[in-house]
Nanobody, 126 residues
Framework: EVQLVESGGGLVQPGGSLRLSCAASGVTVSRWSMGWFRHLPGQEREGVAAINRFGDTAYADSVKGRFTISRDTAKNTLYLQMNSLKPEDTAMYYC????????????????????WGQGTQVTVSS
C-alpha cells in the first residue's frame, strides 16, 4: 500500500523559509518520479517541483531559484526547501508519486501522478 505523509507546513512571514517533508511507504522515492503540487480552493492544482529516478528536476517558473526539491534515500523521504517565501505561495501543498514517468522537461501535470498525500498547509503572511 502506498502512503505519502506530508509535514512541515505552517505560518511564516514573507521572506521566511520552510522545509516540507513527504515520508513515503510502499514507494521508493529514489526510483519513482516524485512531485510537489499546491492548491488553492477554486483553482487548479499547480505543479511546483518534480524529480525523477535519474535525479533530473523541474520547477515552476514562479518558484525557480527559491524552492529546491530533494530526497533522502535512507529515510525514503522527499523534501521541498522553500526560501524567500511570498504571500502568493500560500496554499495547501501535496506530494505525489508515479512509478514510471521520467520526462522532466517541465513539471508533470497532476494527472500523471496516481498517488497523493493528504497535504500540508503553508501560509505566508505578516
Amino acid at each position: 500500500e502506498v502512503q505519502l505523509v506530508e509535514s512541515g507546513g505552517g505560518l511564516v512571514q514573507p521572506g521566511g523559509s520552510l522545509r516540507l517533508s513527504c515520508a513515503a511507504s510502499g514507494v521508493t522515492v529514489s526510483r519513482w518520479s516524485m512531485g510537489w503540487f499546491r492548491h488553492l480552493p477554486g483553482q487548479e492544482r499547480e505543479g511546483v517541483a518534480a524529480i525523477n529516478r535519474f535525479g533530473d528536476t523541474a520547477y515552476a517558473d514562479s518558484v525557480k531559484g527559491r524552492f529546491t526539491i530533494s530526497r533522502d534515500t535512507a529515510k525514503n523521504t522527499l523534501y521541498l526547501q522553500m526560501n524567500s517565501l511570498k504571500p502568493e505561495d500560500t496554499a495547501m501543498y501535496y506530494c505525489a508519486a508515479d512509478p514510471n514517468y521520467s520526462d522532466m522537461g517541465g513539471v508533470p501535470g497532476a494527472p500523471i501522478f496516481p498517488y497523493w498525500g493528504q497535504g500540508t498547509q503553508v501560509t505566508v503572511s505578516s
